[in-house]
């Protein structure tokens, strides 16, 4: 299995410009989740999803969004991206009801926004 | 709401000494207790984990113990070394749809 997988790994753009951050997992997990990690501030949630067409906010939501059309894949859209959008994100994923609440991290995507 | 709160680092330790990071957390349930880690420019990876009250979570020499009276998971290791080096990040998960963070501790083990 290769678990979660992130693409891009390194991205730059512009103020302004939109784009969309790739995750997918083939672990048949139900739960999915996008974090940002910025320093000294720990992850903070951004969006999860707990199965195909259903997501959900987390803490940090303004500015993205996502959607679930498959189990696999869960895509982060950032729509008009900002200085304050630089940070390096993480997709996660975790079984569904039931299992331990442990989660899997893919290996990040770190953006830059000038 | 749920949060977590670590001890700032960053935390300068040599080969072999003891490592004690300390967690404390605040939650409306019986959240489950993780330890993650994250070495130079890689992702998280699940350190150890505990599911209830007094459960030791342990691995690679690391423990934790879940204290449901002081509401603590202190993170420690008799000996480090220099692989060790890392940061270490407590988080706990009430609802299981997401794990809430702590700031993350950075540990550098020298020779």
């Not at chain 2, 670590?6 to 409306?28: D, K, R």
Request: glycine share 10%.
């Amino acid at each position: 299995n290769a678990g979660v997988t992130q693409t891009p790994k390194f991205q730059v753009l512009k103020t302004g410009q939109s784009m969309t951050l790739q995750c997918a997992q083939d672990m048949n997990h139900e739960y999915m989740s996008w974090y940002r990690q910025d320093p000294g501030m720990g992850l903070r949630l951004i969006h999860y999803s707990v199965g195909a067409g259903i997501t959900d906010q987390g803490e940090v939501p303004n500015g993205y969004n996502v959607s679930r059309s498959t189990t696999e894949d869960f895509p982060l859209r950032l729509l008009s991206a900002a200085p304050s959008q630089t940070s390096v994100y993480f997709c996660a994923s975790r079984p569904g009801q039931g299992a331990s609440y442990e989660q899997y991290f893919g290996p990040g995507t770190r953006l830059t926004v000038t | 709401g749920d949060s977590v709160t670590q001890m700032e680092g960053p935390v300068t330790l040599s080969e072999e000494a003891c490592l004690t990071i300390n967690c404390t957390y605040t939650a409306t349930g019986y959240p489950s207790l993780f330890w993650y880690v994250q070495y130079p420019g890689e992702g998280l990876q699940l350190l150890l984990k505990a599911t209830k009250a007094d459960d030791k979570g342990s691995n690679k020499g690391f423990e934790a113990t879940y204290r449901k009276e002081t509401t603590s998971f202190h993170l420690e290791k008799g000996s480090v070394q220099v692989s060790d080096s890392a940061v270490y990040f407590c988080a706990l998960s009430d609802s299981g749809y997401a794990l809430n963070f702590g700031k993350g501790t950075s540990l550098l083990v020298t020779p």
